[in-house]
């Protein structure tokens, strides 16, 4: 039965900084610290940073502006809120695949949170720096059963537990802590690469650009990081954005969420790049494996003279990686927690029982098609783990997306957008930035997002 109330049970966030720390927190995650220096390794650096910061300026802060209209004028769920806005018609079919995307991607992503929670345990007792061979000891550990499992579950049951909690006790609570933290020990840990012996070599690699390296593979690079890394078109946004005071400016919080968010994956590339390029043999764009066996392999030959120091620096990073994952999954989480509340006035603790038990499951699929499971692949010749990533990335993000921005850009009636630009007409910006909003939401971000959708395809 549904709740006949369904912001009866509804928080909100108490302050402007608990809204930007909670929302930027939902988009930096691994893709910033881990995908980013990969995608800018493999695409020339300085050339692929260039054109990433133009895109998450003309596509990334639109976008997040449009699903804050969305999620703070319905006041509800991602699904209800298609509902209320647009009743009896299939738009609110966008929110239910939103919700879908987040299952699949919180199942998956727990299980790599899982082998960082992991690392950062070896890091701190030491085990880390005793490993000869880095690419068979992730191996080893990767494909196990019972161990990347166990950390898969204890980083699900954390998340769980600030969920609980609810809005401003837990989400936001835990953002103005976490948040800090990770820029803190990120500062830290790019002022400690910065004195390597290749750093200079590093910062010549981010800082000057090649304009040769760009093309359109690598236009259509930084398109896709800017719109995956910003965690557009999930719901995650709008959901945070359901929990909006009447007077929060959406404009200036995206463009506040979208240059934290730039800044941590642009840090991330001044902690890794100098490392990379102190180290002999190492390529810059070392792909996925760069965090599980290249950076560990870096950090024990660069420290091996003074090993309190490789330490710290180890343990620090995979701390830091520990905190982006979790202010992810903490909103990935809530998307679906909020449906179960709003929609049906289940309580809290129960909706959240209902969302980490889905989770586990699917989670313990994905983990065991490293090991067990790896030759079942009942998904045209794919794993768990790997058919939920091509299913989430591949289709339900890029599509949603551009549902989102047909949506905002031409479904809902002008003068409501205008009206949560404004605050009901109580903030006051030149006309051209309305023309160029409606601009970038109806022609730019479709096109752009199509593009990335057939590239990602295609690749």
């Known amino acids: 039965m549904e709740s006949s109330n369904p912001t009866f049970h509804r928080g909100n966030f108490a302050t402007r900084l608990g809204i930007v720390l909670a929302t930027a927190g939902s988009s930096v995650g691994l893709g910033n610290i881990w995908r980013f220096p990969v995608e800018t390794g493999a695409n020339g650096g300085a050339a692929f940073i260039l054109i990433y910061l133009l895109c998450v300026i003309f596509l990334g802060v639109p976008m997040m502006t449009a699903e804050f209209i969305i999620g703070r004028r319905a006041h509800t769920d991602i699904a209800s809120a298609y509902q209320r806005l647009a009743p009896r018609q299939p738009w ?5 695949a939103g919700m879908l995307c987040v299952t699949l991607i919180l199942s998956y992503y727990s299980v790599v949170a899982g082998w960082v929670l992991k690392y950062a345990v070896d890091a701190a007792t030491g085990t880390l720096a005793s490993v000869s061979d880095t690419a068979a000891y992730f191996s080893d550990f990767s494909t196990s059963t019972w161990t990347p499992l ?7 049951l954390l998340t769980h537990i600030i969920i609980v909690r609810g809005v401003q006790n837990g989400i936001e609570r835990f953002s103005k802590l976490l948040m800090p933290l990770l820029l803190i020990i990120m500062l830290l840990l790019a002022i400690g690469s910065l004195t390597m012996s290749g750093a200079a070599a590093g910062v010549e690699f ?27 078109a999930i719901g995650c946004l709008s959901t945070y954005a359901s929990y909006f005071k009447p007077d929060v400016p959406l404009m200036k919080t995206a463009a506040n969420v979208v240059g934290i968010d730039t800044v941590v994956a642009i840090l991330s590339g ?7 390029f102190s180290v002999a043999g190492v390529a810059p764009d070392a792909g996925p494996g760069l965090v599980f066996v290249t950076l560990p392999e870096i950090f024990n030959s ?14 620090m990073f995979y701390v830091l990686l520990v905190l982006a994952a979790l202010t992810s999954t903490i909103s990935m989480h809530e998307e679906v927690t909020a449906f179960f509340v709003d929609r049906y006035g289940t309580s809290r603790r129960r909706a959240a029982v209902y969302m980490t038990a889905t989770t586990i499951v699917l989670a313990t699929l994905c983990s065991l098609s490293f090991g067990p499971l790896a030759d079942f692949r009942p998904f045209f010749g794919r794993g768990f783990f790997d058919a939920f990533n091509d299913v989430t990335a591949l289709w339900i993000m890029p599509l949603s997306g551009i549902v989102l921005s047909i949506f905002v850009g031409w479904r809902l009636p002008k003068s409501l957008v205008i009206e949560e630009l404004t605050n009901h007409h109580t903030l006051h910006y030149p006309d051209w930035l309305f023309h160029g909003f409606f601009f970038l939401i109806r022609w730019v971000a479709p096109i752009a997002i199509c593009l990335i959708f057939l590239n990602e395809l295609l690749s």
Do not use: E, H, M, N
């Open 92 to 96: 609110y079919i966008t929110g239910y």
């Open 150 to 156: 166990f950390f898969a579950l204890v980083f699900l």
């Open 206 to 232: 981010l800082l000057k650009p090649d304009f040769s390296k760009i093309d359109s593979s690598v236009v259509l690079s930084a398109l896709g990081q800017a719109f995956f890394s910003l965690s557009i």
């Open 270 to 276: 001044f902690i890794i790049f100098p490392a990379v």
């Open 302 to 315: 660069l420290f091996r003279s003074v090993p309190w120091l490789g330490y710290g620096f180890s343990l």
